[in-house]
């Protein structure tokens, strides 16, 4: 990521928001997401529990793809997956 100094004016502004943004010019065009910086560490935050029945396994994921995706290179990447789980 590169760093970018902010101007004062632009620092105040974006230090007023309370999560994240899509920041945009004058026309409309999308310009980038901004996320404000916070203290708590990603690896801090409780796992949340949830009932497994609305989960699926990665393996489950990638068989559903297979099953899917009329890609034949992706189809191969997917097999060579499943190969690599068992």
Do not use: C, W
């Not at 935050?45 to 699926?56: A, G, H, I, S, V």
């Not at 990638?62 to 499943?82: A, G, M, N, Q, Y």
């Amino acid at each position: 990521m590169t760093p970018v100094t902010a101007s004062p004016e632009i620092a105040q502004f974006l230090s007023q928001m309370h999560g994240t943004a899509e920041i945009r010019d004058p026309q409309g065009n999308v310009l980038g997401h901004y996320a404000p910086f916070t203290d708590e560490a990603v690896g801090e935050l409780p796992l949340q529990k949830t009932d497994r029945k609305n989960n699926l396994a990665l393996k489950e994921v990638f068989e559903h793809l297979l099953s899917v995706s009329p890609d034949e290179k992706r189809k191969e990447i997917l097999r060579t997956s499943l190969r690599e789980m068992t």
